[in-house]
C-alpha cells in the first residue's frame, strides 16, 4: 500500500520534534540506560540483572508498537529462558574477582567508544528523516496471537520449520559441547 | 512518530557493537550479541505498526528463535573454554593465532 507523502509531510516535519510519547520515551531510556549499564559493568552478574531491566523496559516499548503477543513472548523468551541461562551459566562458573580477566586499557575502549559512537550517527541520520506516521490505522486484531499465528503458519511455514530444525541443533550441539564425555 | 523507534532501535545497535569489540570477557558478549539483536527486534515493530503488517512480527520472532539457539551453543562453547583453559577472557585465548 502506498502512502501518500504529499502536502501533509510537511506539517508533519513541523511538529516533529514536539510530540514524543511519554510512555516510549521511559521505557526506552530505561532500555538504553540500561544497556549501557551491560556493557559498562565489571561483574557478570551485574550486567545480566542490567540485562533484565533493559529486556522488560523494550517489552514496554514493543506494547506501544502495537504488539502485544511479541511482548509477552520476548519478556518469556529473553527474560524466561536466556537470562536464567545466561544466570546459570554464571553460577556453574562460579568466577572470582581476578579471574574475570583484564579489560583493554582505557585509552583503547575510549577509541572503540568513539568509532561506535560514529556508527551510531551513520545509522541514527538518516533514520531520523523518516517521519512516517506511527497512527496510521492497523487491521483488526493487528499484533494479537491470532493473526501472528495466522501470518506464520501460512505465509511462513517453511521458515517455522527451519527455526525448528536450528533449534534442534542448537539442542545437539550443547548436549555435545557441554558433556565432559559421552 | 517512527524514528524515535528507530533512533533506539540504532542507538541499542551501537551500544551492542561496543560491548563486542570493548569488552574482553565472554559472557559480556554474548550479552552484548543479545542487546544487538533487540535493536534490531525494535526497528522491525517499528516499521510492522508503520506498514499495518504482520510479516515484520512474524520475523521478530524468528529473531527470537535464532537469538535462543545462538546463546544456548555460545554458553556451551564457553563452559567447554572454562573447562579446559580456565578462563573466560577472550585475550588469554590465542591458539589459534599463529
Same mark, same amino acid.
Request: a positive charge.
Given at each position: +500500500?502506498?502512502?501518500?507523502?504529499?502536502?501533509?509531510?510537511?506539517?508533519?516535519?513541523?511538529?516533529?520534534?514536539?510530540? *514524543?510519547?511519554?510512555?516510549?520515551?521511559?521505557?526506552?531510556?530505561?532500555?538504553?540506560?540500561?544497556?549501557?549499564? @551491560?556493557?559498562?559493568?565489571? /561483574?557478570?552478574?551485574?550486567?545480566?540483572?542490567? +540485562?533484565?531491566?533493559?529486556?522488560?523496559?523494550?517489552?514496554?516499548?514493543?506494547?506501544?508498537?502495537?504488539?502485544?503477543?511479541?511482548?509477552?513472548?520476548?519478556?518469556?523468551?529473553?527474560?524466561?529462558?536466556?537470562? @536464567?541461562?545466561?544466570?546459570? @551459566?554464571? +553460577?556453574?562458573?562460579?568466577?572470582?574477582?581476578?579471574?574475570?580477566?583484564?579489560?583493554?586499557?582505557?585509552?583503547?575502549?575510549?577509541? *572503540?567508544?568513539?568509532?561506535?559512537?560514529?556508527?551510531?550517527?551513520?545509522?541514527?541520520?538518516?533514520?531520523?528523516?523518516?517521519?512516517? /506516521?506511527?497512527?496510521?490505522?492497523?487491521?483488526?486484531?493487528?499484533?494479537?496471537?491470532?493473526?501472528?499465528?495466522?501470518?506464520?503458519?501460512?505465509?511462513?511455514?517453511?521458515?517455522?520449520?527451519?527455526? /525448528?530444525?536450528?533449534?534442534?541443533?542448537?539442542?545437539?550441539?550443547?548436549?555435545?559441547?557441554?558433556?565432559?564425555?559421552? | 512518530?517512527?524514528?524515535?523507534?528507530?533512533?533506539?532501535?540504532?542507538?541499542?545497535?551501537?551500544?551492542?557493537?561496543?560491548?563486542?569489540?570493548?569488552?574482553?570477557?565472554?559472557?559480556?558478549?554474548?550479552?552484548?550479541?543479545?542487546?544487538?539483536?533487540?535493536?534490531?527486534?525494535?526497528?522491525?515493530?517499528?516499521?510492522?505498526?508503520?506498514?499495518?503488517?504482520?510479516?515484520?512480527?512474524?520475523?521478530?520472532?524468528?529473531?527470537?528463535?535464532?537469538?535462543?539457539?545462538?546463546?544456548?551453543?555460545?554458553?556451551?562453547?564457553?563452559?567447554?573454554?572454562?573447562?579446559?583453559?580456565?578462563?573466560?577472557?577472550?585475550?588469554?585465548?590465542?591458539?589459534?593465532?599463529?
Amino acid at each position: +500500500m502506498k502512502r501518500g507523502r504529499g502536502p501533509e509531510t510537511a506539517a508533519a516535519v513541523g511538529e516533529n520534534r514536539v510530540s *514524543i510519547d511519554p510512555v516510549f520515551a521511559a521505557a526506552g531510556g530505561i532500555s538504553l540506560v540500561a544497556a549501557l549499564g @551491560v556493557v559498562s559493568l565489571r /561483574s557478570p552478574v551485574h550486567a545480566a540483572i542490567s +540485562m533484565l531491566v533493559a529486556f522488560l523496559g523494550l517489552a514496554v516499548v514493543y506494547l506501544r508498537l502495537g504488539a502485544p503477543f511479541l511482548a509477552a513472548i520476548h519478556v518469556l523468551v529473553y527474560t524466561g529462558a536466556i537470562l @536464567v541461562l545466561f544466570l546459570f @551459566v554464571i +553460577m556453574m562458573l562460579n568466577l572470582k574477582p581476578d579471574e574475570l580477566g583484564v579489560e583493554y586499557p582505557l585509552k583503547t575502549r575510549a577509541l *572503540i567508544a568513539l568509532l561506535c559512537g560514529g556508527l551510531f550517527a551513520l545509522l541514527a541520520l538518516p533514520l531520523w528523516q523518516d517521519n512516517r /506516521s506511527l497512527e496510521t490505522p492497523t487491521p483488526p486484531g493487528f499484533g494479537g496471537v491470532e493473526t501472528v499465528g495466522t501470518a506464520l503458519f501460512n505465509d511462513y511455514a517453511l521458515a517455522f520449520e527451519l527455526i /525448528s530444525v536450528l533449534i534442534m541443533v542448537a539442542v545437539f550441539g550443547g548436549v555435545l559441547l557441554a558433556k565432559r564425555k559421552l | 512518530m517512527i524514528n524515535h523507534y528507530l533512533v533506539l532501535s540504532a542507538a541499542l545497535f551501537a551500544i551492542g557493537t561496543f560491548g563486542v569489540l570493548a569488552r574482553r570477557n565472554l559472557l559480556i558478549i554474548l550479552m552484548s550479541v543479545e542487546i544487538m539483536l533487540n535493536g534490531v527486534n525494535v526497528a522491525l515493530l517499528a516499521f510492522a505498526r508503520t506498514f499495518g503488517s504482520t510479516h515484520g512480527q512474524v520475523f521478530v520472532l524468528m529473531v527470537m528463535g535464532v537469538a535462543a539457539a545462538e546463546v544456548s551453543i555460545g554458553l556451551a562453547i564457553l563452559i567447554a573454554v572454562f573447562r579446559n583453559r580456565k578462563t573466560v577472557d577472550t585475550g588469554d585465548l590465542k591458539s589459534l593465532q599463529g
